[in-house]
């Protein structure tokens, strides 16, 4: 199997090192190596041109976001005939085995994902923990110890830091919607497509890879951004209907009431503001709805 690895990179000059040197140091390298850089302004592209010669490098001429970004990565990776694609954060690198599990496990129409450990090693990264609350397979695979590169585990939801993606779930999934900027509403919004499609996401248990994502530091406050990103993600959903739109913004809008109380931050007037940002893209979210229920 022909597996390219895509890592998009924005100021990584701190990781990016450890990511690269992960992959030729697997005990199944990769390819072919792209990196994307999303106009950092650290000097990671030149960093990469010199130390890694054998790394092709992508530079967007603005930070586009993370689902532009990773999208140009995918198309180059299709192009230069890859059979899979390694998706991967900056601030993410492999255990040695990692990759050949993931090839072992590969199925044509499913995503498969790692076990994701923080930087430090030390526990699961923040983002994969509600995963294994939610599978109690995996998580008995995990408290056992149990690392065979054969099995899968088939969950709901991953998160975005490290996906193993086939060309054939790529071609029927189609790409990365460019709408969303942040990397988790962008995944959030693809998964809703390949659930769409009856397509499904995979743990494989004897794939390990470290993201260091925890060191940022935790948010205790609510983010704001989020509103228009989960507006974004209902207006999406190609599985949805109009009454099941609207059920959904409602319940929403009663979460951030309760969510105003709770941190005593005014995000009902986000949510107005961000709800006439979205309906401003109402076309263009109709038009893609549209497009990917036809692909079907």
Sequence with gaps: MNVCAVIVTYNAMRWVDKSISSLYCSTCPPDHVIVVDNSSSDGTPDHVADCFREVEIVRMGTNAGFAAAAQAGIDRAVASGGDAVLLMHHDVWLASGALEALVACCSDDSLSVPVYMNGSGSGYETSFRPVIGRSCRLRRFL??????????????????????????????????????????????????????????????????????????????????????????????????????????????????????????????????????????????????????????
């Design 143 to 296: 408290e056992r110890g149990a690392g065979s590169s054969t099995v899968k585990i088939h969950v709901k939801d991953v998160p975005s830091g490290c996906w193993f993606l086939p060309v054939g779930l790529i071609k029927e999934t189609g790409p990365l919607n460019r709408i969303f900027t942040d990397a988790g509403s962008s995944a959030e919004e693809y998964l809703a497509r390949m659930r769409y499609r009856s397509k499904k996401a995979y743990v494989v248990p004897g794939a390990i890879i470290f993201h260091d994502r925890d060191s940022y530091g935790d948010r205790t406050l609510f983010d704001v951004s989020s509103i228009y990103n989960d507006l974004l993600l209902i207006e999406c959903n190609p599985g949805s209907c109009a009454l099941s739109r609207a059920a959904a913004k409602a319940l929403l809008f009663f979460r951030l009431v309760f969510l105003t109380v709770h941190y005593r931050v005014n995000l009902l007037s986000v949510y107005r503001d961000d709800l006439h940002r979205v309906k401003s893209l109402r076309c263009e979210l109709k038009v893609g709805r549209k497009k990917y229920r036809s692909c079907r």
